[in-house]
């Protein structure tokens, strides 16, 4: 698909994750951002971001989906490869700057894989 064009619309959403390092689901940037922009375009914007590699998305609590920014993805390949850290008491979400590797599977080809660990967050375990 790939960004064609700065919009403003673009560039409110992706302001929205150069404020945070964490990661932001669809229904909080539709709240956050229900007055500036439609449903529909902040969905079409997220899909042209991942798609050119800005941000990488998964699937949270509930079957959410979530976003957070790539760190040297490119157009071609997502190379965020890191399990995500959902907090069960505050809902707080994290990239975890972990490295995996995911295992090589017999007559198979694993072309995207994610994991969701949850707990207490760092605030909340305290």
């Known amino acids: 698909m790939g960004i064609i064009r700065k919009t403003q619309s673009l560039e409110i959403v992706l302001n929205q994750f150069q404020k945070r390092s964490k990661a932001l689901s669809t229904v909080e940037l539709i709240k956050?951002?229900?007055?500036?922009?439609?449903?529909?375009?902040?969905?079409r914007i997220l899909d042209k971001l991942e798609d050119d590699g800005v941000l990488h998305s998964f699937v949270g609590i509930n079957g959410v989906k979530w976003y957070a920014k790539c760190s040297n993805c490119t157009k071609s390949m997502h190379t965020d490869i890191h399990?995500?850290?959902?907090?069960?008491?505050?809902?707080?979400?994290d990239c975890l700057d972990i490295n995996m590797n995911i295992p090589t599977i017999p007559n198979r080809e694993v072309v995207f894989s994610q994991l969701l660990i949850q707990g207490k967050c760092e605030m909340c375990y305290s």
Do not use: A, M
Request: charged residues 25%.
């Open 32 to 43: 956050r951002l229900d007055k500036k922009i439609n449903k529909t375009t902040i969905y």
């Open 83 to 93: 399990p995500h850290f959902q907090c069960l008491s505050c809902g707080k979400v």
